[in-house]
């Protein structure tokens, strides 16, 4: 059966499936705005040498407390660290200091490099983590479509030497990601993100898998498009075939932008998944 362009761009773009994307968006926006004139916080801490590699902490109330990584989404085009500092509010008040991290985004960078610089990233905040308040043993991490598929690839198993060591991240929360990266050579967004048919394979996730020593939790909105819902579905199979430590769950009702308001408040269903990964304190 022969798919339609503007079908395909249905399936993969989901400013195109979710009309009111925008909402969510302003709604983000307001609460983070909320979350930083209430929280202490270090902001624009530097993690590396590129213009957007940046981090917030917001700590727990000890130091030597559980540490979790955020990594926001935009189809690695958009949005910024400061739309997501209310993903603080969800984990700080369970004992867990939480850093939202920036990344290059496209086209100032390619695809490749942001995925290797988030790596340098995460590799970074492990290496720093007692003195951004947290436990190098206690790291974890999460990420939003974009911010999911960085982190998938930045745990993956055969990076060679830039691999990440055993151990670094404990467990990962990839929401509503996007694992293979063929579809988006044919939508209009990657007029911005410029990926090349020889960049594909480099950058695709379901051709290189996480690292089995990492748990993972793979989770998706029962309203997503059957295809994006297929990426997370067909994600978590293998990861779990290789011998990995794996959940998948369906959020039912959530589309791809409505599921990050499951992570606004610690009694959050998707808040929960990340403080149970992140052995935090009820």
Known sequence: MSVTPDDHEWQYN??????????????????SRATRERRAARYDIAYGDSPLSTLDVFPAEARGAPLHVFL???YWRGRDKADYSYVADALVPSGVTTVVMNYDLCPAATLPEIARRTREGLRWIHRNAAALGGDPDRLTVSGHSAGAHLIAMALADDAGADRLEDGAIKAATLISGIYELAPVLDITVNETIGLRPEMVDGVSPMRHPPATATALTVVVGSAETPAWIAQSRDFATLCRGRGGRVAYHTLAGEDHFSIMARMERPDDALSRLVLDAAGAKE
């Open 14 to 31: 989901p400013r195109h499936s979710v009309p009111d994307f925008a909402r969510h968006a302003e709604r983000a926006a307001a609460l």
């Open 72 to 74: 926001h989404g935009g």
